[in-house]
């Protein structure tokens, strides 16, 4: 395994709820980071059929633009009753017609609807997961790829306005509130140092990262 010798990396991202997260999960170590977005790098088409595919892509095209590290994150959602999707395609899901941006309550509605149709009406049968993989790449090409998932139940309405994406309507195992009803300590829970591996798949993903390549700063 490469290990990470710059201070200064690029977290190869315009969505500001996943910066928001990532730049949380970095605040133990001392890592200069910025995105993306704020160096108006564009985005790379994302056309993998894997997480750790599109997570490549996004690394990669960020470390090539700028000659430093860069680390993506590649997340979605897989629920059971719809054979794993919406998956790679958890962002697709909520893009508005014509490209204008992204809505999540419709892609939150589209699954509902979808489970309805299916009869998936007991929590039994309203399974799923947050995957997450977080991937540090190269400007010369090489990666390294850390993955977490975290199981649930969906639930319907959305529940609370914290949090992003699909998280109003993802209950974690072991727990009463969903993603979007929890305080970003609560939903991340993970501590640098503690050992375990936190409850979010963001978290997971990254406790294996930082274990891997970072030291406390």
């Given at each position: 395994?490469?290990?990470?010798d710059s201070?200064?990396?690029?977290?190869?991202?315009?969505?500001d709820?996943?910066?928001?997260e990532?730049?949380?999960?970095l605040?133990?170590?001392?890592l200069?980071?910025?995105?993306?977005?704020e160096l108006?790098?564009p985005?790379p088409?994302?056309?993998?059929t894997?997480?750790?595919e599109n997570?490549y892509t996004?690394?990669?095209?960020?470390?090539?633009a700028t000659?430093?590290?860069?680390?993506?994150d590649d997340?979605?959602?897989?629920?059971d009753?719809?054979?794993?999707?919406?998956?790679?395609?958890t962002?697709?899901?909520?893009?508005k017609?014509?490209?204008?941006?992204r809505?999540?309550?419709?892609?939150?509605?589209?699954v509902?609807d979808?489970?309805?149709?299916?009869?998936?009406?007991?929590?039994?049968?309203?399974?799923?997961?947050f995957?997450?993989?977080?991937?540090?790449a190269?400007?010369d090409?090489?990666?390294?790829?850390?993955?977490?998932?975290?199981?649930?139940k969906?639930?319907?309405?959305?529940?609370?306005?914290?949090?992003?994406?699909?998280?109003?309507?993802f209950?974690?195992?072991?727990?009463?509130q969903?993603?979007g009803e929890?305080?970003?300590?609560?939903?991340?829970?993970?501590?640098?140092?503690?050992?375990d591996?936190?409850l979010?798949?963001?978290?997971r993903?990254?406790a294996?990262?930082?274990?891997a390549?970072?030291e406390?700063?």
């Open positions: 395994m490469r290990q990470l201070k200064k990396i690029v977290v190869a991202t315009h969505n709820g996943k910066l928001r990532i730049r949380e999960l605040m133990p170590y001392g200069e980071a910025t995105s993306a977005g108006g790098l985005e088409p994302e056309t993998g894997t997480f750790e997570a996004k690394a990669f095209a960020a470390a090539s000659g430093l590290p860069a680390l993506s997340s979605g959602l897989e629920v009753a719809l054979d794993g999707d919406p998956g790679v395609y962002a697709d899901w909520a893009e017609a014509g490209g204008s941006g809505d999540f309550g419709m892609a939150m509605r589209k509902e979808l489970l309805q149709e299916k009869g998936a009406t007991e929590p039994a049968r309203r399974g799923g997961r995957v997450a993989v977080l991937c540090l190269w400007p090409g090489h990666a390294e790829y850390f993955r977490g998932e975290v199981e649930g969906l639930v319907w309405p959305p529940r609370g306005t914290r949090g992003f994406g699909y998280d109003p309507v209950k974690p195992n072991g727990h009463a969903t993603f929890m305080s970003s300590g609560e939903k991340h829970s993970w501590e640098a140092g503690r050992g591996l936190g979010s798949h963001r978290a993903a990254f294996r990262f930082a274990t390549m970072l406390p700063a």
